[in-house]
C-alpha cells in the first residue's frame, strides 16, 4: 500500500507533464500507476503468488491498457502510467526487502533426504558460478555429490543477462528462456548427459528435484580436480602440460560431433582430476543442436581462454594439433573480443586478440580475414541515443505549448510538402557536385550521390556532422585517394562551404535591409562595428595564450592554408572551381527553398529574403549545438527568428517542424539504405 500511495502521490505530481494527449497536454494517470505499484510489490513479496495473483495482475493490464479505464486518454500515457507504477513498486520492494528466496544449507538438506541422500555435511562452494548457487554435500555413504540450487534471483539474473547480450550482440544465440526454472535445470541436464552419452568426460547427473521456497536442484557427480585457472594460478602456466591441452580440445571435437555447443568453454569450467583427466561442467548455456557458428564460437572461447593462462603460441599449437587447420581456419574472423564470455575478454584484453588472431592466421597460412560485426549496441550508440533523448525531451515543451500546432499540421499544403521534401533531396545533388570539385580525380557520379545520402544517416546518430566526414573520408580513401589527400578535400570542401554561407550571408543582410525583415531590425552600423572588434579582441586574446597560440599555429593554419592551397588548384580547372561552390551554394539555396515552401505550406506569408536570411543566421547558431543535426536546437533557433521578423507563433513553429521532417526526419530511411548498400558492397 505504500508504494500505491507513493505512485499515486508522484504521479498525481507529474500529471499534465509526459505524454501527448488530444490536447497538447501530457499526462501519468496515478490511479494506474498505484495500481501496478501495489500488484507489482505484491507479486514480489509472495514468495509464489496464487492463481488469483496473476489472473488479477492480467486483467489489471489488460483492462488499462485496452480501454477499461476512462481516466487515461491514451495508450502511450497507460503505459508510461503502469510502467512507472511497477518500477516504483520495484524500487519500494528494494528500499523495504522481500523474502528471502535463496536457498539455505538446511532448505537443501531437506529436500536431498526426501530424494534418499542421507546429508553428513553441507558446505557451500563459491567459485564462478552462473545463474546458480554450488554446494558440496558429503553423504553417509562416504561418497561426495555436488549440488546446483536456482531460485527466482538466478532465473531473473540469467533472462536479464540473455537480454542483454541478444540487445548487443547480433548472432548471440541466446534462446528466450525456459518456461520454468525446472525445464531450465532439465535441459542443462538433458545436455549434460548427451554430452556423456557421445563419450565426453561430464559428471553424472543424478538426481533433479524442488525445492521448499520455489526453487530446484540438481545432483551431480562430484570430480575431485582442479579447473585451468586454479592450476595456473597456483602452480603456474608449466602446469597445463600440452597432453592436457590437447585433451580439452579433442573434448571439444566430441561436443561438436555430437551437435552439441558448450557455449562457456572458459578455464573455470574444465577440471583435471587426480589422474589427470579432462572434465567438462556447467551446461546451463549449452545447445544440443547447434549451428556451426555457435560451435566456432566454442573454439574462440577456449582458444583465447588458454592463450591468456599459457601464451597464445601454445594454445594454438594445441588447438591446430587436435582439431585441424580447417575448423581453426573457420574460427579465425570469430576471434575477437565480443565473440566470447566477459571473463575471457578480461583476461586476454583487446590487444590480445589482435595479437591471437594474427599468429593463428599466420599458422593456418590464412591472410587475416575481414572481422564480421558482431555488437548490435556499444557505448557509442547509448550515448548517441541519450542525446537524442535529450534533444527531443528539450524539444517537446516548445511544441506542446503552441496550442495551435496540432490544428494547423493537418492543414498544411500537401503540394508544399513534397515541394520541401524534393528541395531537401535535390541538397545531396549539391553534396556530390561539391565533393567531385574538391577532389583532383574524377570520382563516380551516382556512388557519390549515394555516399552522400549515407553520410545523411551517420550524422542524424553522431553529433557535429563527425559520422559524415569519417565515411566520405574512408570511402576517398577506398576510392584510391591516400588519407592525407581524403583528409584535404574534405578540409577543402569545408572551406568553400564556409566561404559560400558567408558571401550569402553578406548578400542576404544587403537584400533584406533594402526590402525590410518585419517587425526585426538589422543592426546599425555601430552596432556591426562593435562586434568586429569583440571578434578582433577574441582573436588578440587568443594569440596572446601560448597554449591558444600554439594550438593555432600548429593545427589550424597550416589546415587552412593546405584548404586554401587546395581552392587555388582547383581554381586552374573551371569545371571543378564550378562544382565546388556551385554545389555548395546549391545546397544553401535548396535549403532556404524548403524552409520557405515550409512556411507557405502553412499559410505564412514572408519575404524570401527573411527566410534566407533566417536560415542563414540561424544555421550558424544552431550548428554549434553537439547533439545531432542540430537536434532541438534548430528547432529553437528558427522558430525564435521566424517569430521575432513578426511570423505568428501558430505559424512559426509547424513550419519549422514541417522543415525539419522534410530536411531531417525523411532522408533518414534513404540514407539508412544507401549505408547498408554500401557496406554490403564493401565500399566504406
Known amino acids: 500500500m505504500a508504494a500505491g500511495g507513493l505512485a499515486l502521490a508522484i504521479g498525481s505530481a507529474l500529471h499534465g507533464t509526459w505524454a501527448p494527449t488530444s490536447d497538447g497536454a501530457l499526462q501519468v494517470d496515478a490511479v494506474l500507476a498505484a495500481g501496478a505499484a501495489i500488484l507489482t510489490i505484491g507479486s514480489l513479496v509472495t514468495l509464489r503468488p496464487a492463481a488469483w495473483q496473476r489472473w488479477t495482475t492480467l486483467t489489471f493490464y489488460a483492462a488499462a491498457l485496452g480501454g477499461g479505464f476512462w481516466v487515461t486518454e491514451s495508450i502511450p500515457g497507460r503505459t508510461v502510467a503502469l510502467a512507472f507504477g511497477a518500477a516504483v513498486g520495484a524500487l519500494a520492494a528494494l528500499v523495504v526487502g522481500t523474502p528471502a528466496r535463496r536457498a539455505t544449507p538446511d532448505g537443501v538438506v531437506k529436500a536431498l533426504e526426501r530424494h534418499g541422500f542421507l546429508v553428513d555435511q553441507i558446505e557451500p562452494q563459491g567459485g564462478d558460478a552462473r545463474g546458480s548457487v554450488p554446494w558440496i554435500v558429503h553423504l553417509s555413504t562416504g561418497t561426495t555429490v555436488f549440488v546446483k540450487t536456482y531460485g527466482d534471483e538466478e532465473r531473473i539474473a540469467d533472462l536479464l543477462f540473455r537480454v542483454w547480450r541478444g540487445l548487443r550482440l547480433r548472432g548471440s544465440g541466446d534462446e528466450l528462456p525456459h518456461s520454468s526454472l525446472l525445464h531450465a535445470v532439465e535441459h542443462e541436464a538433458f545436455a549434460a548427459t548427451s554430452a556423456s552419452s557421445a563419450g565426453a568426460r561430464v559428471p553424472r547427473v543424478l538426481a533433479l528435484g524442488a525445492l521448499e521456497n520455489g526453487g530446484v536442484f540438481a545432483v551431480h557427480e562430484a570430480v575431485a580436480g582442479r579447473t585451468l585457472d586454479q592450476i595456473v594460478e597456483e602452480d603456474g602456466a608449466d602446469a597445463l602440460t600440452e597432453s592436457l591441452l590437447r585433451e580439452a580440445w579433442s573434448m571439444v571435437g566430441t561436443l561438436h560431433r555430437a551437435g552439441i555447443a558448450h557455449r562457456d568453454l572458459r578455464g573455470a569450467n574444465l577440471l583435471v582430476d587426480g589422474e589427470d583427466q579432462i572434465w567438462i561442467v556447467d551446461f546451463a548455456f549449452s545447445d544440443v543442436l547447434a549451428q556451426p557458428d555457435l560451435q566456432a564460437r566454442d573454439i574462440v572461447e577456449l582458444l583465447a581462454s588458454t592463450a591468456a593462462l599459457v601464451g597464445e603460441q601454445r594454445a594454438i599449437d594445441a588447438a591446430v594439433a587436435t582439431l585441424g587447420r580447417v575448423q581453426m581456419e573457420a574460427a579465425l ?126 550524422n542524424r546518430v553522431t553529433p557535429a556532422k563527425v559520422g559524415g566526414v569519417a565515411l566520405n573520408a574512408r570511402w576517398l580513401v577506398r576510392e584510391g585517394e591516400t588519407s592525407p589527400s581524403a583528409v584535404a578535400a574534405i578540409g577543402v570542401n569545408s572551406v568553400a562551404g564556409l566561404i559560400v554561407h558567408v558571401v550569402m550571408t553578406l548578400f542576404v543582410i544587403v537584400w533584406a535591409g533594402k526590402v525590410g525583415l518585419g517587425d526585426m531590425e538589422l543592426p546599425s552600423p555601430r552596432t556591426i562595428g562593435l562586434g568586429l572588434a569583440l571578434i578582433a ?60 515552401l515550409s512556411l507557405r505550406a ?18 550558424a547558431l544552431a550548428s554549434a549545438a553537439p547533439t545531432p543535426g542540430g537536434l532541438g536546437a534548430t528547432e529553437a533557433v528558427f522558430a525564435a527568428a521566424l517569430i521575432a521578423t513578426g511570423v505568428p507563433k501558430s505559424e512559426a513553429v509547424p513550419a519549422v517542424l514541417l522543415y525539419r521532417f522534410a530536411t531531417f526526419w525523411l532522408p533518414i530511411l534513404p540514407g539508412w539504405t544507401a549505408f547498408t548498400l554500401l557496406q554490403r558492397a564493401d565500399r566504406i
Open 333 to 458: 574472423p570469430l576471434v575477437q573480443p565480443l565473440a566470447v564470455s566477459s571473463a575471457t575478454r578480461k583476461k586476454l584484453g583487446r590487444a590480445g586478440f589482435t595479437e591471437l588472431r594474427r599468429a593463428l592466421a599466420e599458422r593456418v597460412g590464412s591472410p587475416e580475414p575481414k572481422l564480421p560485426r558482431l555488437a548490435r549496441v556499444d557505448g557509442r550508440t547509448i550515448l548517441t541515443l541519450a542525446a537524442l533523448t535529450a534533444a527531443v525531451w528539450v524539444l517537446l515543451p516548445q511544441i506542446g505549448q503552441s496550442g495551435d500546432l496540432w490544428e494547423q499540421l493537418p492543414k498544411a499544403d500537401r503540394t508544399m510538402l513534397a515541394l520541401a521534401a524534393l528541395a531537401s533531396m535535390i541538397t545531396y545533388v549539391g553534396a556530390t557536385l561539391a565533393l567531385k570539385g574538391a577532389v583532383a580525380n574524377d570520382l563516380p557520379t551516382l556512388r557519390t550521390f549515394e555516399v552522400q545520402l549515407a553520410s545523411s544517416f551517420t
Open 537 to 596: 579582441a577574441v582573436i588578440a586574446i587568443t594569440y596572446a595564450i601560448r597554449p591558444l597560440r600554439e594550438l593555432l599555429n600548429h593545427r589550424v593554419r597550416p589546415r587552412a592554408r593546405q584548404s586554401l592551397d587546395a581552392i587555388r588548384e582547383a581554381a586552374k580547372q573551371p569545371n571543378r572551381l564550378a562544382m565546388l561552390f556551385g554545389g555548395s551554394a546549391l545546397v544553401s539555396i535548396c535549403y532556404i527553398a524548403a524552409l520557405a
Open 602 to 619: 502553412v499559410g505564412a506569408s514572408v519575404p524570401i529574403s527573411t527566410v534566407a536570411l533566417v536560415y542563414l543566421a540561424g544555421s
